[in-house]
């Protein structure tokens, strides 16, 4: 049985993959900001017998992590996913209108957020048998997107990818296996319904990437089909 921690897990791409990865029969650590508001994830924790809890984590605050890294202290972690992310609209992080506030905030969910989660959880995984570790980034993050961007995210999913190719080459010793991936563009309260795909298929694909991967793709930046994305 592979185990599974995933943050942000009550919405969009992080519930359909602790959903999916349940209904296949894992060992699925959801997290959360509040509990308290994971209706969703509450349900399938209760049809799950046990094989899925929900766990309080804001990525955003180092004591949040580590409350829920002591909480979990000891249980082996196969597969990582840092899936919790924030975007605050195009309208604040223009070049003619940025809410520095607003982006540091993204930075610190996104980017550093990862890096403090890899930090507090690296026991777990080199405890579990697979040690793979992935973090959702974006195509926005590319050279290549030839699109106008919001600033903020963009540079903090940037930031976030160099920091998983960075740990890619530090942690690959020690057999761990780290990706940075874009999940598709898809239809969750983020990104709205004028995406392309739905959160359960991203869900899928990012599974199937995730049980093929070897220490050869670490460092990569892959898509949710597994291509690798240009950067
Ligand atoms: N949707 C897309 O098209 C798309 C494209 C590229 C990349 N991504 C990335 O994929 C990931 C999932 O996105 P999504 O589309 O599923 O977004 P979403 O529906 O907005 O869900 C975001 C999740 O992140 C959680 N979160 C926000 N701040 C957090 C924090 N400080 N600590 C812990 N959890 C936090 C939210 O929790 P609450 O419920 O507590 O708010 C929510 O569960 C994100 O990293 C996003 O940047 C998405």
Known sequence: MTSILITGAARGIGYQLARQYAEAGDRVYATTRDPGKAQQLDALAAASSGRLTVHRMDVGNAASVKACAAELDGAPIDVLI???????GLETQTFQNMDYEN???????????????????????????????????????AHVYDHVIGYSYA?????????????????????????????????????????????????????DVIAGMTLADSGKFLKWTGDIHPW
């Open 155 to 207: 540079s903090a999913k940037a930031a976030v990818n160099r920091l998983m190719t960075a740990l890619a080459t530090e942690l690959k010793d020690q057999g761990v296996i780290v990706v940075p991936m874009h999940p598709g563009w898809v239809k969750t309260e983020m990104a709205g319904d004028v995406a392309d795909i739905e959160p359960e298929e991203s869900a899928t694909g990012v599974r």
């Open 103 to 141: 982006w540091a905030h993204e930075f610190n969910v996104m980017a550093m957020g990862p890096f403090r989660v890899i930090q507090e959880f690296l026991p777990n995984v080199l405890a579990g048998e697979q040690r793979k570790i992935v973090t959702m980034s974006s195509q926005v993050a």
């Open 82 to 88: 840092n899936n919790a992310g924030v975007w605050g």
